[in-house]
């Protein structure tokens, strides 16, 4: 498909990038499972490796025909609308700072039984409500290695533009779900084998130098929400609870940082 000169914000077609919010993207009408923001190409790189569906790709000028080699097979049937960089900040509310933006179809998530029959080291995050934080520590579980990834349903939704942005994609790398309550989530654990490893300032934490994850073929890394911390319910349910050691009076890290410290050190 040729490019598009953008001529009229009021275009139809523009519709998926006129100001959505990420709450509106995800309730999308005329979609299956709502829409979500794959910003620059290598972003969409990303999700085209990973099997989703762009429907339109927003851009400069000067980045269209990047968007188009992108875009690959997909370029015959997806339109790109192409303006000035004032015209899509006026369209989107945001600078472009990354050149281009695509429309891309949410896809259906897997079941948490599917996502762990073969997985060996999983995350699961309680209640992280800071997109930034979610997106980085996606960022960190592609990089060290976790096979997938469990968020409860108040988690901030790994979808949503700025989770994308800061994992660099990696929240279309590595598989995810959503988990339900601690109930059942305990119990699916359990069916696979799974022990549960919490993250927690508790008088009973053991020290990350002293916990041995090799010894255990299956491990659930957990983390809890910035300020709040874990849930007695997510402390009830776990088997062991771990802590970083740290020095010069700091007790604890950005939920980010210690993730990626407890990912490393029990990545076995």
């Not at 960089?85 to 896809?107: C, V």
């Not at 995050?125 to 960190?140: H, K, M, Q, Y």
């Not at 916990?211 to 349910?237: I, K, Q």
């Amino acid at each position: 498909m040729p490019l598009i000169a953008i001529d009229e914000l009021s275009d139809p077609r523009l519709v998926d990038f006129a100001h959505l919010t990420d709450v509106a993207l995800k309730k999308a009408r005329g979609t299956e499972h709502g829409l979500y923001i794959a910003e620059s190409a290598l972003v969409l790189e990303r999700a085209l490796r990973a099997g989703h569906i762009p429907r339109s790709v927003l851009a400069l000028g000067n980045t269209a025909d990047e968007a188009l080699a992108v875009l690959g097979d997909y370029a015959a049937e997806v339109p790109v609308f192409v303006g000035p960089g004032e015209m899509l900040a006026d369209l989107t509310g945001y600078i472009l700072h990354r050149g281009l933006i695509a429309s891309m179809n949410r896809p259906a998530l897997p079941s948490a039984d599917t996502l762990l029959a073969g997985a060996r080291r999983i995350v699961i995050l309680e209640n992280v409500s800071d997109p930034t934080n979610v997106g980085a520590i996606f960022r960190s579980a592609g990089a060290i290695g976790a096979d997938a990834i469990l968020v409860t349903p108040r988690c901030s939704d790994p979808f949503y533009r700025r989770a994308i942005r800061v994992s660099m994609g990696t929240v279309l790398q590595v598989p995810w779900t959503r988990v339900g309550d601690w109930t059942d989530t305990r119990a699916l654990l359990t069916r696979h084998g799974f022990h549960l490893a919490a993250l927690a300032l508790t008088p009973d934490a053991v020290s990350l130098r002293d916990f041995d994850g090799t010894s255990h073929e299956r491990l659930a890394l957990l983390l809890g929400a910035e300020g709040e911390g874990l849930t007695p319910e997510a402390l009830a349910a776990s088997d062991s609870v771990v802590q970083i050691p740290m020095k010069h009076g700091i007790d604890s890290l950005n939920v980010a940082a210690a993730s990626a410290v407890a990912m490393w050190a029990l990545s076995g």
